[in-house]
Every structure is written in C-alpha cells, then in structure tokens.
C-alpha cells in the first residue's frame, strides 16, 4: 500500500509476506489466550494478500467470538463454577473470523503498488491504474465464494445450538 509521509513523501509498504504474517497474528495475539492448537503458521499460509490490518481484524474477530461464545454459555449456566467457559481462543474462533475476512488491497493493486514501487526506485515515470473491471470480476467471484462459505458456517452453526439444546434439554431430564 503507499501511506503518505509526514514531509509529502510517498512510502511503498508490501505486503507482508507468510514469515511476517506469522509475526503479526503471533503481535496481535500476544495478550490473548489462545488455545496450545491453534497453529498461526497455518493461518498466515491462508492470508496470502492480507495486510497488517487485516490479519490485526480476523484476530480481533476471533477474540470477538470467543467472548460471546462464553457468555452464551454462562446465560446458559455452563460457566457456574466461576472458571470461563471459553477459556481460550480456538481453531473455531479463528474459522468463523476468516468466514468473514477479506483482503484490503486487491491483488492487481498490489501488483500496481509494486510496479509504482519499481518505477520510481529506477526513476521512471509512474505507470498508470490498472482497469477496475478485472478487479470488479475478481471481487465478485471472491463474494460468491464468501457468500458460500457464510451459509455453510450458518449451517454449522444452527446445527450446534440444536445440539446444545438438546444436551441442555437432556440434562433437564436427569
């Protein structure tokens, strides 16, 4: 991405690639308890394209989602004995974060970003903005994608509380 400097300078920042991801999420997590199996490699090698930012919002999201997960579970009297019912963010926590992430910068920005980058470190003129209909194409197939993957995570996700209520309703019964 180009931020602009304090003195009117341009500076390119890249993308972090998968090494620097990993240092990210492992920076954005660092206060955060995060469950012993969760594998933040794993995580940065499906971010491919994210920015600082966007990994600092899946990370925000999972925390995000453990604590309403755990104070579910307390409205339904699973966490009683004063220890947390979500102790710890997981794998889970970090799924339905990526349901919902998306990559700030566009992979034919990146690609513009990094010809910008090459031009004026070689002292050449600048190159034009690439044509926004291969962008638009790109991101509507990403939405579809999305919008699949929410709809299964839906799925997932009533199936869970129909269990839920049924382990309740069963322990209702003991």
């Known amino acids: 991405m180009l931020r602009p400097g304090r003195l009117g300078e341009v500076i390119y920042i890249p993308l972090p690639d998968e090494e620097t991801r990993v240092q990210v999420l492992a920076a954005c997590l660092r206060d955060s308890p995060v469950a012993p199996e969760v594998d933040l490699g794993f995580l940065a090698a499906h971010t491919s394209g994210f920015s600082g930012a966007d990994l600092m919002e899946i990370c925000q999201r999972a925390a995000k989602a453990a604590v309403h997960e755990s104070i579910q579970l307390e409205a339904e ?8 019912p979500v102790p710890f963010i997981t794998g889970r926590h970090f799924e339905a974060a990526m349901a919902t992430a998306r990559c ?4 034919a920005d990146a690609r513009w970003y990094a010809a910008v980058a090459a031009a ?22 990403q939405l579809r994608e999305k919008i699949e993957e929410v709809k299964e995570l839906s799925r997932v996700q009533r199936a869970w509380a129909m269990a839920r209520k049924q382990v309740t309703e069963i322990r209702e019964d003991l």
């Open 77 to 84: 009297g699973l966490g009683s004995d004063g220890a947390a």
């Open 104 to 107: 700030s910068v566009s992979a």
């Open 120 to 141: 004026a470190a070689d002292g050449r003129p600048l190159p034009d903005r690439p044509d926004r209909e291969e962008d638009l194409e790109s991101l509507q197939e």
